[in-house]
C-alpha cells in the first residue's frame, strides 16, 4: 500500500493527527513557559527545573499509560486506543486551560505534569494504532465500521458548529442591521424547524426506499455550502428566514443520516458508546459554535460567519466524499463475515464428530453427532437466510405504532424539549433573579457543556455494559431512570437560591437529560435489527421530527408560564407532566414484554 493510499485512511489520518497534535502543542509549550516564567512569574532561574519536572513527569508515566493502553485491549479490542487518544486531548485541553489560569507556579507546573500525562495518552495509542491498521488491513469488516463511526463524530462536531454560528449574532443583525422587530426572532427559529420538519420526514423514507445512505449525507453537505452562500449575500429579512430553512434541512439530513449509519453497522452492545461519543462532538460544537461566530462577527460580520460555514460544508463534503461508504454495504459485509465465521465454526464440529467415530469411540453415530450436524446446518441455513433475504418494508406510520419506538421517540421530545425551555428561560432568570451579565450567563453554558463533555463517554459505556449483562430491553428501564432524574434535577434548579446552585442542578440535568437520550437513540437501532427491517433512517428521522416539534412547541409555552406564574410553578409544572409522560410511554413496552413472558408460561 503506497503512502497517499495510507494517508486515506481514517485510522492513519487520526493517529497522524494525533500525534502532529501532541508534539505540536508540546513544542509550543517548550517555547512559551520559559518566556512566561520570566514575563509573568519573574523566575529567571527556574527554567532547567521546570523541564527537569517535565521529564520526570514523562519517566513515571510512561509505563503507567502504556500498561493502561494494553490492559484496555487485552480486555476490549483495539478501538479502545482511539477512545484513549480522544481522552487524551479533551483532557489536553484542560491541561492547557488549568496552565493558562495558573497565578502560582506551583499550579503551573501541576499543569505541566498534567500535559505530560495528556501527550502521552495521545502518543502511545496513536503508534500502537498504526501496527493496528496494517495488521487488520483486508480483514477487518468492523474496522470499516469504525470509519463510520469516526466520520459520524466529525460530522455531529461540525453540524452543530455551523448550527450555533449565528446565534450570538441574529439578534444584533435582526434588531440593530435590519432593524426588524424581536417578534420576528421567533419566526426565524421556526424557518430552521419548519425545514427539519419536512427533512426529517422525507429523508429516511427516501434512503431507506434506495438503501442508500451517501447521497443524503453528500447533499446536507452540499445545503450547508448553499445555506453560507445565503447568509453572505444576504441584506433583507426574507432571506434570513430562507438561510435558517436551508440550515433547518440540512441539519436535519445530517443528524438523521449520522444516527443512521452509526446504528447500520454496530450491535446493542456497542451502540450506546458509539452514540454517547456522538453527543459529545454535537456538544464540543455547542460550545465552541457561539464563542466562533460572536467572534467572526464581531470583526468580520455577517460575511465572517457565512464564510466559516461554507467552509465547514465544503470540509464535510470533501470527508464524506473520501472517507464515508455506504453503511448498508458494511453492514452486509459484515454479516457475510458472520456466516462465513459460522460455517467454520460448524465445520469444526463437523470434523470432531467423524474423528470420534473413527477413533471406533463409538460404532454408531451418537445422538450427540445427529444434534452436532443438525446443528451446523440449520445454524448455516438461518444465517445465510437471514442475511440474504430481502429486509422487510416499514413505512413511517406503522413504526410509530409500535412501543418499542413510541416510547424513545416521546423521550425524545421529553429531553430536548425540557433542554430548550432551560436554554430559553435560564438566561432570563439569571437576569432577573440575580441580575448577571450575558457574559456570565454564557459561562454557565460552558461549565455544563464541561460537565457533559466529561460525563457522556461514562454514559455510554455504562449504558453497553448494562445491555451486554442484562439484554437490550435495559434500555427502556435507564430511560425511565433518566427520566426521573431530570425531574428531580429540575426541584434542585427551581429552588436554587444561589448561583452555584443553579448551575449545579443544570449540570444534573444536562447529565440526565443524556440518560435519556443515549439509550433512546439506541433502542432505534435495536428494534430496526431485530425485526429485519430496512426502515433504519425512517426510524431515526423520527427522533430528529420529536426534536423539531419539542423545540417548536414547548420553549413559548415555557415562555407565557413564566411571565405569568414565574419561575417555579413554570419548571415544576411542565417537568413534572413531561417526565410523567417520558416514564409512561417508555415503560409500556417492558410492561406488556413481562405480561406475555407470564401468559406464555400459564
Not at 501541576?110 to 483486508?138: E, H, K, R, W
Request: with cysteine.
Amino acid at each position: 500500500m503506497s503512502i497517499p493510499r495510507l494517508l486515506l485512511r481514517p485510522p492513519v489520518i487520526i493517529s497522524t493527527l494525533a500525534i502532529m497534535a501532541s508534539l505540536g502543542v508540546q513544542g509550543m509549550l517548550e517555547g512559551l513557559v520559559p518566556l512566561h516564567l520570566i514575563d509573568k512569574l519573574n523566575r529567571l532561574n527556574d527554567n532547567g527545573i521546570s523541564f527537569v519536572i517535565l521529564g520526570l513527569a514523562f519517566t513515571v508515566l510512561v509505563p503507567i499509560v502504556g500498561k493502561v493502553n494494553d490492559t484496555l485491549i487485552s480486555r476490549w479490542d483495539e478501538r479502545m486506543r482511539y477512545c484513549l487518544m480522544l481522552f487524551g486531548s479533551l483532557a489536553m485541553i484542560l491541561a492547557m486551560v488549568l496552565m493558562a489560569l495558573a497565578k502560582t507556579y506551583a499550579v503551573l507546573m501541576v499543569g505541566f505534569a498534567f500535559f505530560a500525562l495528556t501527550n502521552l495518552c495521545m502518543c502511545i495509542p496513536a503508534q500502537s494504532a498504526y501496527g493496528d491498521f496494517i495488521n487488520s488491513v483486508g480483514t477487518d469488516s468492523m474496522a470499516r465500521g469504525y470509519s463510520i463511526a469516526i466520520c459520524a463524530w466529525a460530522a455531529a462536531l461540525v453540524n452543530r458548529l455551523i448550527y450555533t454560528l449565528t446565534i450570538a449574532s441574529i439578534p444584533d443583525l435582526l434588531q440593530k442591521t435590519m432593524g426588524v422587530s424581536r417578534a420576528s426572532n421567533g419566526m426565524v427559529t421556526a424557518a430552521f424547524g419548519v425545514g427539519g420538519l419536512v427533512a426529517g420526514s422525507l429523508t429516511g423514507y427516501i434512503s431507506d426506499r434506495t438503501q442508500n445512505r451517501l447521497i443524503p449525507q453528500i447533499t446536507a453537505s452540499v445545503l450547508y455550502v448553499v445555506s453560507g452562500l445565503i447568509l453572505f449575500f444576504a441584506t433583507r429579512f426574507y432571506q434570513i428566514v430562507m438561510f435558517r430553512l436551508v440550515l433547518g434541512v440540512a441539519s436535519s439530513v445530517a443528524d438523521t443520516m449520522l444516527f443512521t449509519t452509526v446504528a447500520d453497522v454496530y450491535p446493542a452492545n456497542l451502540l450506546g458508546f458509539k452514540m454517547a461519543v456522538i453527543f459529545v462532538f454535537d456538544n464540543v460544537g455547542n460550545m465552541l459554535g457561539p464563542l466562533l461566530g460572536g467572534q467572526a462577527y464581531e470583526h468580520m460580520g455577517v460575511n465572517g460567519i457565512a464564510t466559516i460555514a461554507m467552509a465547514l460544508g465544503a470540509f464535510e463534503l470533501i470527508m464524506v466524499l473520501v472517507f464515508v461508504r455506504n453503511s448498508l454495504d458494511i453492514r452486509r459485509a459484515l454479516a457475510d463475515s458472520q456466516v462465513t465465521q459460522a460455517g467454520v465454526i460448524a465445520d469444526k464440529v463437523d470434523s470432531s464428530t467423524i474423528v470420534s467415530s473413527r477413533s471406533g469411540l463409538s460404532a454408531q453415530p451418537s445422538a450427540e453427532s445427529d444434534i452436532s450436524i443438525i446443528s451446523k446446518t440449520e445454524l448455516n441455513d438461518d444465517l445465510v437466510e437471514s442475511t440474504h433475504s430481502k429486509p422487510q418494508r416499514m413505512h413511517l406510520w406503522r413504526l410509530m405504532l409500535q412501543l418499542q419506538v413510541v416510547g424513545p421517540t416521546v423521550s425524545i421530545f421529553v429531553a430536548t424539549g425540557m433542554q430548550t425551555i432551560i436554554e430559553t428561560i435560564l438566561p432570563l432568570r439569571l437576569f432577573d433573579k440575580f441580575g448577571y451579565s450575558p457574559a456570565t450567563i454564557g459561562i454557565a453554558f460552558l461549565i455544563v457543556g464541561g460537565v457533559l463533555i466529561l460525563a457522556m463517554p461514562a454514559v455510554g459505556f455504562i449504558n453497553d455494559r448494562v445491555v451486554s449483562r442484562h439484554g437490550e430491553h435495559m434500555r427502556y428501564y435507564t430511560i425511565a431512570a433518566g427520566a426521573l432524574c431530570v425531574f428531580l434535577s429540575q426541584i434542585i434548579m427551581s429552588l436554587a437560591r444561589s448561583y452555584a446552585v443553579l448551575i449545579f442542578g443544570y449540570s444534573v440535568f444536562a447529565v440526565s437529560a443524556m440518560v435519556v437520550i443515549v439509550p433512546a437513540q439506541s433502542a432505534f437501532g435495536d428494534f430496526i435489527n431485530s425485526s429485519e427491517s430496512s426502515a433504519m433512517a425512517q426510524c431515526y428521522s423520527l427522533a430528529w421530527i420529536a426534536e423539531g416539534l419539542a423545540n417548536i412547541s414547548l420553549p413559548p409555552i415555557a415562555s407565557g408560564m413564566y411571565a405569568t406564574v414565574g419561575f417555579l410553578t413554570m419548571l415544576m409544572s411542565m417537568s413534572a407532566v413531561l417526565c410523567t409522560a417520558c416514564a409512561l410511554a417508555v415503560l409500556a413496552f417492558p410492561v406488556r414484554r413481562i405480561w406475555l413472558l407470564r401468559r406464555a408460561h400459564q
